[in-house]
């Protein structure tokens, strides 16, 4: 037990600094759109606000929109460049504990610190926006950053994927795909429209757990 | 996990990455779209008048193939150019003995468009109701919004709290005039900007539809006692400036019909043209005081009708097939399917799996034999292993097989 939480206070060491900048993003980003949704409510009126939101479609949170990609792109490079640096890595897979744990701990590391900005973050916005806001207004709103948030998790498991990866030239082959399935989280369409699909890109963050073993195992067979 | 079970889901992943990624590609470079001409009925000569507008010498033809030049097209249509005719002093005083009134031309003017991603398209469930009786002539924002699902409710905008008062008043004029709840649906027009306001068309959970708006603050409700036959599936409420209907009721069976007012009844009149599917076709009308040219337009091309305006039953019909777009030529033959999220006559995004043709099964059938005796591992299971996979996914498949690398012995320990 002390061995992983070792791996977890060497995950904290790496990526704190990252954490607490992209905590004063995210917290920027939450107080500047709601003094923008303040500004336009003045200056239009909350009714003409809500009219305009009624007709033409919920577009609150414009700056999370690419927010929580970013915050898992540096997640998996504050993890996994250091490891990949002077191949590191190889002293992390030599601890006495198997393989698979350690690069389970790592990814779970990554994720928990992930979620826990979306779990912070989503329902902080969704409270504020109801100040405002009929709840019909404010589901619109969660279905319209809800992809924004999952994209977040896709890319940090798809850059965990390609950070890992030994060989430059698969890192590049990696990153194609990797970036196809990240543009799914990002189709421009009016809030709702990713109901059915939701479901869909969860299954995608579910397989992308399993894609950081593979450049893992790539690695201890000494690809390079 | 199995490294080799990481290594199919893996192939899985870039697989469906480019079983929408590649054919996106080849359609974004190939795709040509249809030009369909424009085509209005003369009601001068009583044919369907056509306006190509794919860079042909003559454009302008009627349909049965006689060419016009550009002015006899507009002296041909008087209704529809009848602003130019007027300047040039070439507008006719009558047709078929009925006299032009400039005024008359002008409020008779139907213009009406539906396209099928109207009804496939995420809704907040929130409408604004207008006075329909305002003391101005523009309209003004009544000061709440409303939702009706399981009952009426309008909530205030100052407070974001139900306007009780409001909402009961609403609530016991829908239930006195027999509005069942849950609503089915609620149509109207919202936008502020329209020249008058008539509320909302809604349907009940007893199939039966009303008409809801608010006059002089108070609530009008009145059951549309429409034939029973009529099952509606869609209203889109129109605008038109004498005021002659409603807007369009479709019914299940693809029917359209206007909702006439009738000396305060409301008579459906249905419309002259084949049944139409709201999840693929696009609806045009353009109407004037005598005809209306009304455009149905899918996949397989346009159909286009001329309908006597007043009865609504037809006079001309012509069709107009697609021209074959590059692109499904294509696709008929590198792709059997792609995968694709979005759709022209839908909002949502929903992952479909097209098929196109039997005859592209030869190219993954060529490629599989490519992939297994040239390009994969030297294994022999390996080999049929990548033959079948390029056999089922194809080009995406392939690409697959080539991006991620196949596993090797010795695996991770414990993995």
Known sequence: MFMY??????????????????????????????????????????????????????????YFKYLPLLLGILLAVTQYVPELQ?????????????????????????????LLFILITVPLLLLGLSFGFPRE?????????????????????????????PQWKQRVLDFIPGAGVISFFFMGVKAGAYQPFVIYLVGFILLAFAFSFYSAIRFKEGKS | MNKRIIYIILLLFVTIAGLWGIPELVKTATSSKSHYPFVYFSSVKKKLMFRESDGRKNPFHDDEGTVYTDDEYDKSLPLFNFRQLTVNGEMPDSIDGIAIDPRELRVKMVNFRYAPAEIHRPETGLYIMYESLPKKAKLESPGDVFRMKDKIE??????????????????????????????????????????????????????ELYHIKMVNGRPFVKNTQLDSTIKPAY?????????????????????????????????????????VNLDTDDLMILGNMLYWTVSVQNESGKRVYALGAQTLERVRDTFIAASPDKWDVVAGKIFPFYLTFQKKTNDYVVPQINFTAYLALFCNFAL??????????????????????????GIAGAVALLIVPAPTPNPLKGA
Not at chain 1, 13 to 37: C, D, E, N, P
Not at chain 1, 100 to 107: E, F, G, R
Not at chain 2, 368 to 393: D, E, R
């Open chain 1, 86 to 114: 002077f191949k590191r890595l190889k002293l992390t897979l030599h601890l006495p504990l198997p393989e698979k744990n350690i690069i389970a701990v790592m990814l779970a590391y990554g994720l928990a610190v992930e």
């Open chain 2, 154 to 207: 309008f909530i205030d905008d100052e407070t974001n709290t139900l306007n009780q008062k409001k909402s009961e008043l609403f609530q016991s004029a829908l239930l006195k005039a027999g509005y069942t709840f849950p609503a089915q649906w609620t149509y109207g027009d919202l936008n502020i900007r329209k020249p008058y306001d008539e509320g909302y068309f809604s349907l009940d959970a007893k199939d």
């Open chain 2, 235 to 275: 209203f889109s409420m129109l605008e038109v400036a004498d005021k002659r209907f409603y807007g369009f009721l479709f019914d299940k069976k693809g029917n359209v019909y206007i909702i006439e007012e009738a000396g305060g009844k409301y008579n459906p009149v249905q419309l002259g043209i084949d049944p």
């Open chain 1, 137 to 165: 207004i404010v589901w619109g709103a969660f279905w319209l950053i809800l992809p924004w948030f999952l994209a977040g998790l896709a890319a940090y498991l798809i850059a965990s994927w390609i950070c890992l990866e």
């Open chain 1, 5 to 62: 939480q070792s791996i977890i206070y060497k995950e904290w060491i790496k990526t704190r600094s990252m954490i607490v900048l992209m905590a004063i993003v995210f917290l920027g980003a939450g107080i500047y759109s709601f003094m923008k949704i303040a500004e336009t409510g003045r200056l239009m009126g909350m009714i003409n606000y809500w009219e305009g939101t009624i007709e033409k479609g919920v577009s609150f949170f414009e």
């Open chain 2, 368 to 393: 599989a034999l490519l992939i297994a005796f040239l390009i994969s591992g030297k294994s022999k299971k390996q080999k049929i292993f990548s033959g079948i996979y390029t056999l089922v996914f």
